[in-house]
Structure formats: structure tokens, C-alpha cells
């Protein structure tokens, strides 16, 4: 169970996170935003349409297990949506989604009571997991990505 200090680090950085996406492709052209950060590494447009992606699940699922007891969370195969043609459209309908969902995550977080924090939900992938098991993955995974494209930027040069 995470600490209350803990629960805030992690609610802040999901709030902090649109900015910071949009700080770490600030200025990249579209050969850029199409270049992979690693071998076999997905592209910069892919990582932005990915947040979206996973955070809007991660919203629902979250919003699920406060709603209801115990609930079953759906698995989705991120690298098959990565790919999906919406993956290769321009990243600014995503980094909006991304503003105003942050937005309202960062409101339902902060207004979730203590005790609620340990509630459960069943993943048939991942097995039991605890809200704020939820919160703490999701707390680092924004900055997780955005560390990708700046690595990028700063191995390139860019």
C-alpha cells in the first residue's frame, strides 16, 4: 500500500505529464517524430498516441473499481494498437486528449478517499491488482515514455 506521501507523488506527476510530453516533442518534424527510439522501439507519434491509449484505459479501469466491487479489467494488446492507422496520424488530437483527461484523472485522484485506495479488481493477465498498485504504475509510466523521447532527442542530437 502506498504512503499518502506516495499517492500525491505519483497524482502529481500525472497531472505534470501533458506538459511534459508536450515539452519533449516540442520542435521534433515529422522524420523525427517517425524515428524509433530504440531497435525495434516505437517512434515518438507512437508514444503519444500510445499515453493516450493507455491512459484512458487506465482512467476506466480506475473508475471501474471505485464504481464497482471487484470488477473484471479488459487486457488490450498495446503493440497492436500502436500500429492501428490512428498511430500515424499527427500527435495534436492526442496531446489534447491527453490536457483534458490528466485534467479530470488529476481531479478524481485527489478526491478519492483514504480507505478507498485498497480497493481490488481481477486482471486475467496480471491477476489481483489494488488501486493504488493502479496509481503507482501509472504515477511513473508518463515519465517513463517521456524519458524514451528525450533520450532520443539527446542521442540524435536533436
Do not use: F
Request: glycine share 8%; proline share 6%.
Amino acid at each position: 500500500m502506498l504512503t499518502e506521501q506516495e499517492r500525491q507523488e505519483c497524482i502529481a506527476a500525472i497531472e505534470r505529464l501533458p506538459g511534459e510530453l508536450e515539452a519533449a516533442i516540442d520542435g521534433l518534424g515529422d522524420d523525427q517524430l517517425d524515428t524509433p527510439y530504440r531497435d525495434g522501439g516505437w517512434t515518438p507519434r507512437q508514444v503519444v498516441h500510445h499515453l493516450a491509449d493507455s491512459h484512458m484505459n487506465a482512467v476506466i479501469r480506475m473508475k471501474l473499481i471505485l464504481a464497482e466491487e471487484h470488477p473484471t479489467l479488459k487486457p488490450y494488446d498495446q503493440d497492436a494498437w500502436a500500429v492501428l492507422p490512428d498511430s500515424a496520424m499527427p500527435v495534436s488530437p492526442s496531446l489534447q486528449l491527453l490536457r483534458g483527461l490528466h485534467a479530470r484523472w488529476g481531479a478524481l485522484l485527489r478526491a478519492i478517499p483514504a480507505d478507498a485506495w485498497g480497493r481490488t479488481a481481477w486482471h486475467p493477465e496480471n491477476g489481483e491488482m489494488r488501486l493504488d498498485g493502479l496509481l503507482a504504475t501509472y504515477g511513473a509510466h508518463g515519465s517513463n515514455h517521456v524519458a524514451q523521447i528525450t533520450g532520443l532527442r539527446a542521442a540524435r542530437g536533436w
